[in-house]
């Protein structure tokens, strides 16, 4: 049964299953009074001076042409998004203070997310989840309490939607731009001591680029059991499917140039990559060449509720598999490779956590366990008559490699103490202890001629964090946040220089980074009518990890001496007359390097690639509940610099103008009808997240939501 109709059947389920349960509500709504008409920002800061904000439920409804939850983010302070294209979850970065995704933690409900990043997969896929999923997102900056560990810029915590007390049940269906559309379903409710939320979508676009299109559907649930003796258990599961089309070089000195579809650079969304193989290299595959990708997430936990606390255990595992394939630019219908790639394979994660209340102070006690690696990858089909010599020596290219499963782990124990010491000062000091073992990799493990030398990496660290929240004044809050950071090499940070230590090119030792962390911040609140904050931070990196392509010898992975990242964040709001509102905010960042071996002679200026001393947001908000709200974005990002072969480049400043717009259409016993839009890029603006990947210009889309 072909993947859409299953979808569809699922979606059809969920409105039956919804529908009964709806109409026993009786008429509840007749007896509710209207509700005072209450200003909800976007954007809520629940803790301003120390860098900590929500992105809220009517953010994630807003439709996009991307259909990412990565669009939320962009109007928050510290955040930038990077990428080749605005589709396809593995193409998607997001940077928190100048960190990339290994270097902050992401969450689902608590639980760390990150994946393996094995075979070009990337550390995080976005299109996991999709926004009708997601309830609100908390965001963390910088030097985060000691339940959070292996980070360094802070966390992203996506919370998703649980089951309700009364029936709650969503349908929207968008369609716009590039040919882009999207339907989704959600249905929750809670019966006695059983809850459940369900939900399915499916999205699909022609995309920008030239053979960038996507595919995809997601399907969650979850499930929720009030047990005795103030007890509760819930099991949920996250599965996407879909394929991507990886983007075509498509630049005037291609001899299959197509001039109808912008000039980019060509990319390969997994890995290792086979370009430099092919006979005619990036000229060899054309359209049609994607990758398939599925990803499974399954999540358990346990909680019992004690009067002045809780204890709680949480477990996760994830699968992932992926199948590219690539096409002859000559002739579509020729295939000239195609692999199939575990990256995830069963890598699980389990943690527990207690706190307890005692007077003045607040306790909590836990920790985590996480064993992962990477599965195997088998070539299926290749037609050696496309490809170089070179696949006589590179085995991975002609028949893949075993992989390295169970190959890292990681613990971690900690202990935190909140102290109410006055009323208008309370100090947060923790203590995390963390362990971090890689194994010695098996030769079969891949598929390089290189000698690699047998090597175990065993490293472990303490980390003292410091928090203290001071309000001297009405209104007025005072954060100071202190504390040491550790983040430890991914998977394929350690298989790289694993790999390549034989060669002792760089630097023959795999250091973990070291981050010492400095934050303050004021915030100044008067009543619900405005707000200001601002915060500085300062951040010293020792060992910092990176990584380039080297010709002939292929990724390395080394270590810089010392990264120093410092900024700034200024952030306001103001409620105005006529249900308006005014937001805006302003980060000014800086990074400098020393004791980079690839520049060594820091013609990059000792700055971090694609590093952007200024970003703003401006925003401006119209809402009226249960009636209209719309809302105008303005978004800049400042000149950045990379590159390429040792040769510096520069990519230009950007301006992007959104606008978004809900109307409630008819509110009646049986359900509200709601219009949807969204405008992305009114300005028409030429721009780059990435060097080589040119966004779209003006875009629009717009659909119906149905809520009962």
Request: hydrophobic share 35%; proline share 5%.
């Amino acid at each position: 049964m072909p993947k859409k109709i299953q979808l569809l059947l699922i979606l059809i389920s969920v409105l039956c299953l919804a529908a009964p349960l709806k109409a026993a509500e009786k008429q509840e709504k007749k007896n509710t009074s209207q509700l005072e008409d209450v200003w909800v920002q976007a954007t809520s800061v629940t803790d301003d001076a120390l860098g900590d904000s929500i992105v809220h439920q009517e953010v994630m409804e807003r439709p996009s042409i991307s259909g990412s939850i990565v669009e939320s983010l962009k109007g928050q302070a510290g955040i930038q998004v990077l990428g080749t294209s605005l589709f396809g979850g593995n193409e998607a970065e997001v940077r928190l203070r100048g960190f990339n995704q290994t270097r902050f933690r992401v969450l689902v409900d608590g639980m760390p997310i990150q994946r393996d990043g094995s075979y070009g997969n990337g550390p995080v896929d976005w299109s996991t989840f999709s926004p009708d999923w997601v309830e609100n997102i908390e965001i963390m900056r910088g030097a985060v309490p000691v339940k959070f560990g292996n980070t360094l810029g802070g966390v992203i915590n996506i919370i998703t939607k649980k089951p309700t007390e009364k029936p709650d049940t969503r349908v929207q269906a968008v369609y716009g731009s590039l040919d882009t559309w999207k339907v989704n379903a959600l249905h929750r409710c809670k019966m006695g001591p059983v809850g459940w939320s369900l939900s399915a979508s499916h999205y699909e676009t022609d995309g920008y680029l030239r053979n960038n299109y996507v595919d995809r559907n997601n399907l969650s649930g979850r499930l929720s059991f009030d047990l005795p003796w103030q007890m509760e258990a819930g099991l949920g599961i996250y599965f996407s499917d879909g394929k991507t089309g990886m983007p075509v070089y498509n630049r005037p000195d291609s001899p299959y140039y197509d001039s109808g579809k912008p000039d980019a650079d060509e990319k390969e969304l997994v890995g290792p990559g086979i370009s430099s193989r092919l006979l005619r290299g990036v000229y060899a595959w054309g359209d049609d060449s994607e990758v398939k990708d599925t990803n499974t997430l399954y999540t358990a936990y346990l909680k019992k509720n004690f009067k002045a606390g809780s204890f709680s255990v949480k477990g996760m595992l994830w699968n992932q598999k992926t199948t590219d394939t690539y096409y002859n630019s000559q002739s579509s219908s020729q295939k000239l490779y195609e692999r199939d790639s575990t990256p995830e394979d069963n890598n699980w994660l389990l943690m527990a956590d207690f706190d307890y209340t005692l007077g003045n102070h607040t306790l909590a006690f836990g920790g985590e366990t996480r064993t992962y690696g990477w599965g195997e990858q088998k070539v299926s089909y290749i037609d050696r008559s496309q490809f170089n010599g070179s696949i006589n020596f590179f085995k991975f290219v002609s028949d893949g490699f075993l992989g390295q499963e169970d190959c890292l782990q990681y613990h971690a124990v900690y202990a935190q103490d909140t102290w109410q010491a006055m009323d208008n000062l309370e100090i947060e000091l923790g203590l995390r202890g963390e362990w971090f073992e890689a194994k010695e990799i098996d030769p079969a493990a891949f598929g390089f001629p290189n000698s690699a030398r047998a090597a175990t990496l065993s490293e472990s660290g303490v980390d003292p964090r410091l928090a203290i929240r001071f309000t001297p004044w009405k209104e007025g809050v005072i954060g100071l946040r202190v504390g040491i950071a550790h983040r430890y090499p991914n998977s394929p940070e350690y298989f790289w220089w694993y790999l390549n230590r034989g060669s002792g090119f760089f630097n023959t030792s795999l250091e973990p980074e070291k981050a010492t962390q400095y934050e303050l911040g004021i915030e100044q609140r008067f009543g619900n009518k405005a707000v200001l904050a601002a915060r500085a931070y300062y951040y010293q990196v020792d060992n910092y990890l990176s990584s380039t392509s080297v010709p002939g010898t292929g990724t390395v992975v080394y270590n810089i001496d010392k990264v120093d990242i410092k900024g700034a964040e200024f952030e306001a709001g103001v409620k105005l007359p006529w249900h308006l509102h005014l937001w805006g905010n302003l980060t000014l960042q800086d990074a400098e390097k020393e004791g980079d071996p690839w520049d060594s002679a820091s013609q990059s200026e000792a700055q971090l690639p694609n590093f952007p001393e200024v970003m703003a947001n401006l925003g401006l908000d119209y809402r009226r509940p249960e009636k209209f709200s719309a809302g105008l974005i303005l978004h800049f990002t400042g000149e950045r610099e990379y590159l390429t072969n040792k040769t510096l480049h520069e990519l230009g400043s950007y301006v992007m103008l959104n606008a978004h717009a809900t109307y409630r259409l008819a509110d009646t016993e049986y359900g509200k009808w709601e219009l949807v839009a969204n405008a992305a890029n009114i300005l028409d603006q030429d721009y780059e997240l990435e060097a080589g990947y040119p966004m779209p210009g003006f875009t629009v889309i717009g659909g119906v939501r149905f809520i009962f």
